[in-house]
């Protein structure tokens, strides 16, 4: 009896100290973008106490949650349909070809024969799906997101528009296409002008957008995990004032903080929407989530609406650190693996390089793909080391930095360069330089007369031309180390010649695969042709495709 009950008590502790439970079926993956994001937008980024920050108690959740790995050192490209068609591709820009914002009346977009994140998840069993934001081309149908993997789209093709007109330029664009190869050509994409979109607060349709997924699938498909893609406009720029429920929500905020605000305070509230439906269906605690912004917080021009960087310097088009410096975090339920007790020596904090290119083999491990499988791409898969932070091993040291523009004499508008992780001598090199004298000097700044104090009135940060910082010469070489010096202010270069050429060769290393030029304009298309709706009148759509 007594060696019956010893047994007993063995078993039962030995079962209290395994890790928890991990489910066996793959977890669902959902991949929310953010637009135009800055640096210290969120409080958790904000490192000045006197930066007032939006009301963002969901994000803050679930960055908090002890199964999260906050990304540290993380970058993206320096504007949007780049940095989308990277995360869809694992490709830097030079190998994809999407080398600055696609504008609607062009006939171009993310080549045909690059495989998506989309198409990848499919493979492994995924039902995929995309609410949102597109900007990766639609003068065809075949550029469109169910024809690149995606079993349904809510959103708009192109990049900006107002938050509830829906027009841009001369058109409307918001499209329902309900299945897969859902087009123009077999009258299946459809503009949504009902009562769920026309003249309704884009953020909140995408939310309900997602919710509609999430309760059909767990309805419909309930054995098959989802990928979805949640691409918000928020916080980008647009027409239309924030919705007063969510400005309230920011009263100690003046403008142009205080739209800005409310413009992310309404993409928190659909997010505790999407992760609310999750729990409701039980699908939550086996589902990995994936907050990213897709660029730095834009700080000169229309773009300009309230975001800050701080303490970085520049923002959005640039390659300085607040252009391409990435605000992110993965976080999962109980059964998934980012419970894990190999992280519980951490802070939650990740601190290896990563690059947004890294997603694509990252999200196919979390699928239970290999990364080993996806042949020709620059992304690497954080899998392993997302699972055993922070002791695991960095799964890249450095990355290329490279605003390529084929069609402009083959130049690098916003010039290249290369981080480098220098893990031995506690190093976080990044030296950038322009090739070509002259070009996007709008982008290159001294480092002088910025505010490195902590002002709390200005949402500029170090520099750019609205808090007086000077042009410089735009084709010389900078070597900072942005570990000890973030805001870019100590340029290195003439102490440090060696890790200049270092870095030098590293970057002609990237190059040696570049495409010899972007995807070509199929002129042969000819201007863009409008489609018309009874109720939204002028209509941006695949025109091209019609005329096939």
Wanted: glycine share 10%; with cysteine; net charge negative.
């Amino acid at each position: 009896m007594a060696s019956s009950l010893r047994l007993f008590l063995t078993i039962v502790v030995t079962l209290l100290l395994l890790p928890p439970t991990i489910a066996s079926s793959p977890p669902h993956v959902i991949y929310i973008l953010l637009d135009d994001l800055g640096f210290s937008d969120l409080g958790y980024t904000t490192t000045s106490t006197s930066i007032p920050t939006p009301s963002t108690p969901t994000i803050d959740s679930l960055q908090s949650s002890p199964h999260t790995r906050t990304l540290k050192n993380y970058y993206i490209e320096p504007v949007c349909s780049p940095s989308r068609s990277s995360i869809q591709t694992g490709l830097y820009p030079l190998h994809h070809g999407v080398v600055n914002w696609l504008k609607p009346e062009d006939p171009n977009g993310l080549p045909l024969n690059l495989t998506t994140m989309a198409e990848h998840m499919n493979e492994l069993g995924y039902v995929s799906r995309a609410v949102g934001k597109w900007h990766m081309g639609f003068y065809r149908d075949e550029y469109t997101p169910t024809f690149r993997g995606y079993s349904s789209f809510t959103g708009f093709y192109g990049g900006g528009e107002d938050y509830f007109t829906h027009v841009e330029g001369d058109g409307y664009d918001f499209r329902s296409d309900t299945k897969p190869h859902c087009g123009t050509f077999n009258s299946c994409s459809k503009v949504l002008t009902n009562n769920s979109a026309l003249n309704r607060y884009s953020t909140e349709v995408f939310g309900e957008a997602a919710v509609n997924i999430i309760n059909n699938h767990a309805d419909e498909d309930p054995d098959k995990p989802l990928f979805l893609y949640l691409a918000f406009q928020g916080v980008h720029s647009g027409g239309g004032t924030t919705p007063q429920k969510y400005l309230d929500l920011n009263k100690n905020l003046t403008n142009p903080r205080l739209n800005f605000a409310g413009m992310l305070t309404a993409v928190d509230s659909a997010i505790k929407n999407v992760t609310e439906s999750l729990k409701d269906n039980g699908l939550f605690d086996n589902t990995i989530i994936v907050f990213s912004t897709d660029n730095g917080g834009p700080v000169d021009g229309g773009d300009a609406v309230g975001s800050t960087n701080w303490p970085l310097r520049g923002g959005k088009h640039t390659i300085w650190e607040g252009g391409i410096r990435g605000v992110g975090f993965v976080t999962g339920g109980e059964d998934t693996v980012l419970n894990n007790s190999n992280n519980n020596d951490g802070d939650g904090d990740y601190n290896h390089l990563m690059n947004g290119v890294d997603w694509l083999p990252t999200i196919v491990g979390f699928g239970g793909g290999s990364a080993e499988n996806i042949e020709g791409i620059d992304g690497v898969s954080h899998y392993e080391a997302l699972i055993n932070s922070p002791s695991s091993t960095t799964p890249r040291d450095s990355f290329y930095i490279g605003h390529y523009d084929a069609n402009n004499d083959d130049s690098f508008v916003g010039g290249r360069g290369v981080r480098w992780d220098d893990v031995e001598n506690d190093r976080r090199w990044k030296m950038i330089e322009q090739i070509k004298e002259g070009k996007n000097v709008p982008s290159w700044y001294s480092s002088e007369n910025c505010a490195q104090s902590d002002d709390a009135t200005s949402t500029k940060p170090c520099c750019g031309p609205k808090n007086g910082c000077e042009e410089t010469n735009p084709s010389g070489t900078f070597l900072f180390d942005v570990l000890a010096d973030p805001s870019e202010s100590q340029d290195l270069s003439n102490q440090f010649p060696d890790i200049v050429t270092k870095l030098r060769a590293m970057a002609d290393d990237f190059e040696e695969g570049q495409i010899e030029e972007g995807p070509p304009l199929e002129v042969e298309c000819g201007d863009a042709v409008m489609g018309m709706d009874d109720v939204a009148n002028a209509t941006w759509q695949p025109w091209c495709s019609l005329l096939s």
